[in-house]
């Protein structure tokens, strides 16, 4: 009889428990669709690029308070206003409207727009004829309007009779179905980001601009289940166990650590394509030094065995590749944080300057032997040199 209680008491607590994290994963479904739903410019604002926000790249013409004026085409015939933004995912947008003043039947209208993926390769389409006011298209149903939009615009072809004033372009969200929703959930926790510079300090749980970070949505799923089992199973009829709310958080946690144990073997999988079979040397060449790392190499050949002092000079001290510079010298004593050369009281003959380039504040003497940036002269001999790249200076005695 004991043991017939106990069992029903955890088929119970495993019935309630089944409950309240299926109700949880309704209840969060039918939040986001309504969320979503709502048209919440958070999601996906309404982007209006108006006369302060555009630019001519084709053509001549003045800005006015109105909007962008083209008087003029240019040699090619070509007139075309474009303004950058920040990047939207493309599959949000599903509307283009513009205000134009000035267009006859003559002239040619098209939407222009570029991708974060290739920039310099605009995209066309072809717009209906129309002589002014606002016209609202579906450039979704383009095969290129994909991805990451950095940049919109509107080009004319045709002569040019009357002035033509763009008052505006803009993109407006469409509204989400059920499917894109579960599209949209299933790429951001499927989403990796391999290796990064910032892997070893940081973990993005989610790409940029991501409708379902997960670790909100675990956190928002665990809330809505504690609730409904506390309303399953009211304390106030007597409080047994934290278990069923533990088992809750358990799960989240669960599911948030399996999503990082196939990031981490994502990584692993990368790392072994690229490294296997390589020997130190080799590695740096396959990775992300790779472009830096023959140059250093060449560098530490004319270096002196002993370690020796050499000062980092870059355009950026904080830069990658200076950080970098430092750990391939390694153990040679190098010194970061210089975007000129130093004091001459902070050098001595037989010290080393490695100039990275591009450097706009050291310029080198041949004829003197004379490192120069602003008031300080270093007497200075050329040890290697690599235009692309870089140049190795060895200081000498009277510097």
Known sequence: MKESRHLQSWLRLAGGLL????????????????FYRSGDPLVAPTVTLSGADLHLTGGEGRRTPEGIEIQRPGSDGILMVQGAMRALEAERYGHLSWELEGLTQEQKLRFVWATAAHPGTPRVRVLPAV???????DPSTESDWKGQIVAVGLALMGPLQ???????????PRSPTPLMLVKALAEDWMHRDGWTGRSINFHRDAPRNALFPPVLLVAIWIGLGTLLYALVNPPWRGFRTPTPYALLWLLGWLALDLR?????????RLTQTRYTGLDASARHLAGPDRDL???????RRHLRPMPARVFIIGSDPNAYAVGRTRYHLLPHNAY???????????????DYLLILSPSRKVRYDRERRLLISGQTRLTATLVHALTAQGALFRVEEGA
């Open 19 to 34: 409950a309240a994290a299926l109700g949880a994963t309704l209840l969060l479904g039918l939040a986001l669709w309504l």
């Open 131 to 137: 002589t002014q006011g606002t016209v609202r298209l």
């Open 162 to 172: 009357t002035p033509i004033l763009i008052r505006r372009i803009q993109l407006e």
């Open 260 to 268: 990082w144990q196939s990031d981490l073997s994502e990584r692993l």
């Open 293 to 299: 790392f023959p140059f250093l190499q060449e560098v």
């Open 336 to 350: 970061l944080g210089l975007s000129a050369l130093p004091e001459r009281s902070q050098v001595r003959a037989g």
